[in-house]
C-alpha cells in the first residue's frame, strides 16, 4: 500500500487538529506517516520545520501534506514559501469566511489561552477529575448528590473508561457505583442510588463480549463464565429497567460514543474547555 | 456583546470537530451559543437539524453558523438545502483538495470505525486506562518496567490528570509516583525508580501557585503553608537535578500543554485513536 508523509505543524499543541486532520486522512486507503510539530510559534522554528518537510520531500521525492493550525500569518508565510509541502491550512480555511460572514477581524492572537490554568473553566475541569477519581467504582458515597452523573453496571461494562473520559472532556463529575450479586440479591439497586434517580445512567454489554474481557485476567473463574456473566447481565438489566433508568450497550461503542450518548440522553452539557 | 448561534452537526460523536470549531471561534470577540447535533446519520434526521436551524433563524434574524462533520453527500445536501444556515464544512473543505492530490476518491464511509471495539489500537488503549489507573500515586510497584512513562512530583503538581490524559488520548501506559518528605531526608529518589531513569519526567510548580492549590482543601495546614511548599519544591527540584531527569513547572500550563512537552521531550509518540 501506498504511504504519504503527513506533517501536523501548530503553535500550540495541535493536539485537536492532529486529531481532526487523521479523522479526514482516515477516509483515504493510504498508510500516512504523519509527523507532529506543537509550539511552533517563531519564525525561527517555522524554518526548522521547512527544512525537516524539505528533507522528506528529497528522500520520498513527493510533496509531504501538511496541515497547519498556525495563527500568526508571518509564521505561516515563512513555512509556505520556504517548503515543498502542500498545505492545508486549518486556521484562515475557516478564520477568514467567518471574518467577512461577522463582518469583523478576528483576534489572530496565538495562546489565547496562555493563562488558562487560572480560569474557572479550567479548575472546574481539575475538580470534575479530582471528584471522578474519589468516586470511581463505588469507593465512597461522600458527596454523592454532588454527582453530574452516575454511572451504575456490572464490572467491565466500561464505567470508568467513560467516567474519566466525561470529567476530562466535558468537566463532569462523574461518580460510577458497580452493580455486584448483594445487589442482584436485593433485586433492588443499592439504596444510596434511589434518591438520585435522576442521575442515574446504566452500562450494559453483550454476554459473549463480556466473558472474552474477564477472561483476559480471570481465565476459568466463575467470575468470567459465560454463565454468571449471562446471569449478571440479566440481573442488572432487569432492575436497571425496574428502576427505570436509561441505559446502553457498550459493546460495539468507543468511550467517546458512549458519553455522547449519555450527554444526550441526560441533556447534559459539560463545560467546554 | 453580541451572541451568535453555532450549530454542530457531525454523523458521529462530533466531539473532535466541536472541539476545533470552538477553537476557531475563540478567535473572535463574540459569545457564541453552541448547539450540538451529533448521530445525524439519516436523511430524516437532516430534515429535523434543518427545522431546528430554522427555527433559530427565525427567532434570530441572522443566519445561524453550522460547522458540519457529515460525510455521506447526500445527508449534507439535504440540512443545506433546507435551511438557513451559513455552512463551514469541516470535511469536504479538505478531502477534495486531498482527493486530487492523492489522485484517488475517498471512502466518504460513515462510522469507519463502528467495530472500533475490537480493534488492537482500542484494546490497547483501554489496557493504558486500566494501568494508569492501577499505577496512580504509587499505588503499586508492580509492573512498573511496562510503563511508557513515570511522572515524579511532589503532591498536587498535576501527575494525576496528566498520566490520565495520556493514557486516554494516546494510549501510553503511565504510571506517577510521589515525592515525599522520606525521599527528601535520604536525598535519593525512591530506589525502584533508579533502574526506570530513562522513563521519568518530573512535574513542578510554582510555591505561590501550590501554597494556592493546597490551601483550597487543606487551609492552614504544615502541609499547605507557603514554608512547606517552597522547602517540597526546592528539594524536589534538586533531587531531579541529581537524578539527571526533565522537569518542567507546570505553573502556567494546561494538562494538553504538559503532555505534548512530555512527548515531545522523551521523543514518545503514543498511538493515535
Do not use: W
Amino acid at each position: 500500500m501506498e504511504t504519504r508523509s503527513v506533517f501536523f505543524v501548530s503553535d500550540g499543541t495541535g493536539i485537536t487538529a492532529e486529531t481532526f486532520g487523521n479523522a479526514i486522512l482516515q477516509q483515504f486507503d493510504i498508510t500516512f506517516k504523519t509527523h507532529c510539530h506543537p509550539f511552533v510559534d517563531t519564525v525561527d522554528k517555522a524554518y526548522q520545520v521547512a527544512a525537516q518537510i524539505n528533507r522528506t520531500f528529497e528522500i520520498e521525492k513527493i510533496s509531504p501534506i501538511v496541515f497547519t493550525t498556525l495563527v500568526d500569518e508571518n509564521i505561516l508565510q515563512v513555512l509556505k514559501e520556504n517548503s515543498q509541502g502542500f498545505f492545508l491550512d486549518m486556521v484562515n480555511t475557516f478564520v477568514t469566511p467567518l471574518e467577512q460572514k461577522l463582518g469583523m477581524k478576528s483576534s489572530r492572537k496565538i495562546g489565547r489561552f496562555s493563562d488558562i490554568t487560572k480560569s474557572p473553566q479550567y479548575h472546574h475541569r481539575i475538580e470534575a477529575i479530582d471528584y471522578t477519581l474519589v468516586h470511581d467504582d463505588g469507593q465512597t458515597n461522600t458527596n454523592l448528590s454532588q454527582a453530574d452523573v452516575i454511572l451504575v453496571g456490572i464490572s467491565r461494562t466500561g464505567k470508568t473508561p467513560t467516567s474519566l473520559y466525561l470529567a476530562m472532556q466535558h468537566s463532569l463529575k462523574v461518580a460510577n457505583y458497580p452493580l455486584v450479586p448483594e445487589d442482584f440479591a436485593k433485586c433492588t439497586l443499592p439504596s444510596v442510588l434511589i434518591p438520585l434517580q435522576k442521575k442515574l445512567f446504566g452500562l450494559t454489554i453483550d454476554p459473549q463480549r463480556l466473558c472474552e474481557i474477564r477472561n483476559e485476567r480471570f481465565a476459568n473463574t466463575h467470575y468470567a463464565s459465560i454463565k454468571n456473566c449471562c446471569y449478571e447481565i440479566e440481573q442488572a438489566e432487569s432492575m436497571m429497567r425496574l428502576a427505570n433508568i436509561h441505559y446502553l450497550s457498550t459493546t460495539h461503542k468507543s468511550i467517546e460514543e458512549i458519553a455522547t450518548t449519555i450527554l444526550q440522553t441526560l441533556n447534559l452539557k459539560g463545560s467546554d474547555q
